[in-house]
């Protein structure tokens, strides 16, 4: 793969102007780059489609792999990057943030392991903790919040490889040979509240800052970039909830309020079909509708991801009348310019609850969702990891109108899951490489006609799901319609199988005999899911 070099001068050509010379779209056939897969999440190289159907596709939970196991952890961790394969060392690391004692209180630690499933967490001998420093705790600069954290293999500078952000209240860019001990660089601080997440497109050079700030509908982000992680592109808007979101949300709520099987926050506000109002001289807090409270971009394939944390407020949090109550779900978007989004699966959830019938004690992505900055490539699939929490608001220690709660009330039930087990986990979910978003035909069978692409490569390929009486048939047409002599239906061997690399045949010809043509493909499927195309 070929990466950008690395210009260790400040750039005076704001990040955000060069990517979109990157994203600009030619006129003319889109060039098949080989090894670049074209996803079928828009109509980029949809021309049209007949008896096809495009159907998100949920990763499969495989449940916590990190909790607060130790005692420097106390009862709540959380990670919003993901692990980073460390090659020369064959392991993962996962920088994760722990609370102690005071649940206001920061810490940072590191995980370890061989296979991302189970994790072990080194004493470091770093940090003094109750007297001893027999713990996989690290310091940070001045003592402030870091949980960004992205590797760089590129920089030559061999103090510079792990990169991050710095504070909770705006962010300070840090660099560190080895991820535990860290330097703060030279720079202005970029502005931003408390969330956001950190994210290096290694293709293009770029690191991307996502900044929350308080936008139409509450929490929504900003996107500053950079090339040299010290001169940063001026923040511009990136994502926020819209229209469509707030129609939604209050019938979003209710469902969620109406099903017993979900976990529901403690401070819910009537519905707003009634009209209320909060008491007297208390400030009125927005519920009842969504807001992005977190956002995963990551490059895949050419485009940008997105997975959103929306954040689902339903009351007041009380006593405090600060802040409020509520719930999270993970929705999917993309994007090829960092500006105009497609919501994908009609905003339905990506990543949803675990249901409380699945037990209590162990069960912590019940009622909030926290989002990390990319999935982890694992070959065939990608692995996702969030974090699980099972309350926003304490539950254990007040009523639903924010009077105090004594513990001798609790349940053996209650007290076994909000006293005795801890209260957040990192979490995993596996999805099948490429598998967003397939378009998917039944037994009357459909078909897919491309636009005209520049054919280049030796070989095509298909990522395919066609079970066991399914298929697909490869025709090539010219950019008029017309079959190509060689590549029409009847000589294309049907493809079979379900894999994420099945190469595409024809009786007598291959596709390099194609090469810089102008073609359409058109795709027939039966019974079959298709998730993506390209060259090699």
Known sequence: MKYFTRNILRLTCAGLLCLAAVHAQPDGPISLKPGEKQLFLDDHVVEDLSGL???MHRPGKRGPVLTADVPSDGKYIAAVSAPIWIEEEGLYKLFYEARYGDFSRHRYALAV????????????????????????????????RLWHVVLDPDDPDPKRRYKGFVGSSGRRPAVSPD??????????????????????????????????????????????????????????????????????????????????????????DPDPAIGWRPPEGRQLRATWRAECYNIGVFPYEGIYMGWLMIFYPTGQRLPEWRNTDGFHLIQLAMTRDLKNWRRLGNREPFIGPSRLDEGLVGNYDRLQLMVSNRP?????????????????????????????????TLSPMERADWLDDTHSAVCLAVLRRDGFVSLDAGANGGYLLTKPLKASGGRLFLNLDAGRRGSARVEVVDPSG???????????????????????????????????????????LNQASLYALWTE
């Open 53 to 55: 159907s495009r159907v």
């Open 113 to 144: 392991s061989e296979d991302g499933v189970k994790w072990r967490k080194p004493h470091l001998g770093l940090v003094e903790l109750d007297g001893s420093k027999d713990n996989n705790l690290f310091p940070t600069p001045d003592d402030e």
């Open 179 to 268: 991820g535990l001990n860290w330097s703060l660089v030279e720079t202005p601080r970029l502005p931003s509240s408390d969330a956001g997440t950190l994210t290096y497109d290694r293709e293009r050079g770029l690191f991307l800052g996502l900044l929350k700030f308080q936008g139409k509908y509450g929490r929504s982000y900003n996107l500053s970039t950079s090339r040299d992680f010290v001169t940063w592109s001026e923040p511009r808007y990136l994502f926020g909830t819209d229209d469509e979101d707030q129609r939604l949300a209050v019938e979003t709520i209710r469902r969620r309020l109406a099903d017993p099987g979900l976990a529901k926050p403690l401070q819910i």
């Open 376 to 408: 982890v490539d694992r070959g065939d699939e990608l692995w996702f990891y969030y974090t699980g929490m099972k309350r926003r608001v304490e539950q254990h220690d007040r009523y639903t109108d924010g009077s105090p709660r004594s513990p001798e």
């Open 482 to 524: 017309r079959a190509v002599a060689g590549f029409t239906s009847g000589d294309a061997i049907p493809v079979v199988g379900d894999a994420i690399r099945l190469p595409v045949s024809w009786k007598q010809s291959d596709w390099a005999d194609l090469s810089d043509r102008t073609v359409r493909l058109k795709i027939h």
